[in-house]
C-alpha cells in the first residue's frame, strides 16, 4: 500500500479521478498516513459519487450515519467549494 504525504493527497485531488476521490475518502476515514476525519472524508466520497463512482454513494451514506448534522453541513459546503473551483 503507497504512503501518502500532504503532497500525495493534493496529487490525488487533482488528478480529477472519481476512483482518486473516492481513494481519498478512504484515506480520511480510516487515518490512513494522516489523521482520520470523517467530514473530510465525507466530502471526498460526496465529490466521488457526483463524479459517478457507485461505491462512493454507499459509503457516504454509512459515514454519514455517523454523522451530526452540522457535520454532515459542513462536508456539503467543502464538496461545493471544492466543485466550484475544480
Not at 58 to 82: P, Y
Request: aromatic share 10%.
Amino acid at each position: 500500500m503507497a504512503r501518502f504525504d500532504g503532497t500525495g493527497f493534493a496529487d490525488m485531488a487533482a488528478a480529477d479521478s472519481a476512483e482518486a476521490l473516492f481513494e481519498l475518502g478512504l484515506v480520511y476515514a480510516t487515518g490512513r498516513n494522516c489523521d482520520p476525519d470523517i467530514v473530510t472524508a465525507h466530502k471526498w466520497f460526496n465529490i466521488a459519487a457526483f463524479r459517478g463512482f457507485g461505491a462512493a454513494k454507499i459509503r457516504r451514506e454509512e459515514l454519514a450515519a455517523e454523522m451530526s448534522r452540522e457535520q454532515i453541513a459542513a462536508a456539503q459546503r467543502a464538496a461545493r467549494e471544492w466543485l466550484t473551483t475544480h
